[in-house]
């Protein structure tokens, strides 16, 4: 399995969720192969926010050697599962997904049956609370995500 995580810039909240789906699946010793992008290309090249960096940390996740892409047309067929984290952006996949797209566009927090409309709250404008509520939240959605489909 192939699964892309997707938020705007690709410095917060998807290369979290790929640091926590890579370590669960790791410790679950689940085959898969993950990566993240952003529907815009503010941060291309560039490390995760460093707020993001210290939240996954300080529960024993590196995700320090990711950088920033954009997500490209190929994306929609290399991958099974595109995870997306907000509304809007699952707006902007949908404006440039190709008709005969083969992965499974979706919001991510879909799975934690909690999440108000499935979002994954951006902590990018606030304080470094907000990272650490947004990696508790991607926590929980990760494992709801591999309960739904590697249990």
């Known amino acids: 399995m192939k699964i892309l995580t997707v938020c705007l810039g690709n410095i917060c ?13 790791e410790v679950r010793s689940i085959p898969v192969t993950i990566d993240s ?16 960096i210290k939240a996954l940390k300080e ?5 320090s050697t990711q950088r920033a892409r954009k997500v490209c047309t190929q994306d929609f067929y290399d991958f099974d599962w595109i995870l997306v984290m907000d509304r809007q952006n699952l707006s902007n ?6 008709t005969d797209a ?18 994954v709250s951006d902590p990018y404008y606030g304080r470094e ?10 926590v ?5 995500f591999f309960g739904k489909h590697y249990e």
Not at 13 to 25: D, N
Not at 37 to 52: E, K, L, V, W
């Open 13 to 25: 909240r998807s290369p979290a969720a790929q640091g926590i789906l890579e370590y669960i699946a």
């Open 37 to 52: 992008a952003g529907t815009a290309a503010y941060h291309i090249g560039n490390q995760p926010d460093q707020r993001s």
């Open 59 to 63: 529960i024993g996740i590196d995700i």
């Open 93 to 98: 996949l949908m404006e440039i997904m190709p």
């Open 102 to 119: 083969s992965a499974r566009v979706v919001m991510f927090g879909e799975f934690d049956g909690t999440a108000q409309y499935g979002e």
């Open 129 to 138: 609370a907000g990272f650490t509520l947004m990696r508790e939240h991607l």
């Open 140 to 144: 929980q959605i990760a494992e709801d």
